[in-house]
Antibody, heavy 125, light 110 residues
Framework: QVQLQQSGPGLVKPSQTLSLTCAIS??????????WDWIRQSPSRGLEWLGR?????????DYAVSVKSRITINPDTSKNQFSLQLNSVTPEDTAVYYC???????????????WGQGTLVTVSS | QSVLTQPPSASGTPGQRVTISCSGS????????VYWYQQLPGAAPKLLIT???QRPSGVPDRFSGLKSGTSASLAISGLRSEDEADYYC???????????FGGGTKLTVL
């Protein structure tokens, strides 16, 4: 049973960096049968995929165009977790942030089947 | 504006069958799988339908998915009060190289 446990601050000041971590149990961040995603949800933007990291002989990252210049997703194999960093945040980045697992097989990945509990991050001074 | 288009609301009475539509384009639904999620208040989305019409383990067979061209639909038969939730469609978009979602449909069980 895969479980994802999120941690990180719920309040970030404008122009600063939003940082969240997702600890994985029941699977491995290095698995070649998964990708590890960050998704956010807000009333104004709905559900928005932010990006993912995955290992296929080497590490890969894919990022959404809307945040590509500001986002970094990093794996941490020593702790079996992955993290999200979003730079230069504004109040528009206020949202519930989720980490999630994309199951993959045969070179294809499928929409996330396991989600973290969600973290409400508010951007405010 | 969400890439996939859903009606904002739907409703039905207990026992009834309801359908929720999801409209996309040739870069997403037209060439890739469609997925459906159920989101209860305060909870993370739960995968309801995967790869157009397959139910993950534990999802009742009252839920079914259908895809045709650039559109898809979720059907819920034998509607129950616990089905009252928000429902989202999702898919991979080849032009955007990322996952896209519908704006969500709030289902009310009258």
């Amino acid at each position: 049973q895969v479980q994802l446990q999120q941690s990180g601050p719920g309040l970030v000041k404008p122009s600063q960096t939003l940082s969240l971590t997702c600890a994985i149990s029941g699977d491995s961040v290095s698995s070649n049968r998964a990708a590890w995603d960050w998704i956010r949800q807000s009333p104004s933007r709905g559900l928005e995929w932010l990006g993912r990291t995955y290992y296929r002989s080497k590490w890969h990252n894919d990022y959404a165009v809307s945040v590509k210049s500001r986002i970094t997703i990093n794996p941490d194999t020593s702790k079996n977790q992955f993290s999200l960093q979003l730079n230069s945040v504004t109040p528009e980045d206020t949202a519930v942030y989720y980490c999630a697992r994309e199951p993959c097989s045969g070179g294809s990945c499928y929409s996330s089947d396991n989600w973290g509990q969600g973290t409400l991050v508010t951007v405010s001074s | 504006q969400s890439v996939l288009t859903q009606p904002p609301s739907a409703s039905g009475t207990p026992g009834q069958r309801v359908t929720i539509s999801c409209s996309g384009s040739s870069s997403n639904i037209g060439i890739n799988y469609v997925y459906w999620y159920q989101q209860l208040p305060g909870a993370a989305p739960k995968l309801l339908i995967t790869r157009n019409n397959q139910r993950p383990s534990g999802v009742p067979d009252r839920f079914s998915g259908l895809k045709s061209g650039t559109s898809a639909s979720l059907a819920i038969s034998g509607l129950r009060s616990e089905d009252e939730a928000d429902y989202y469609c999702a898919g991979w978009d080849d032009s955007l190289s990322g996952w896209v979602f519908g704006g969500g449909t709030k289902l009310t069980v009258l």
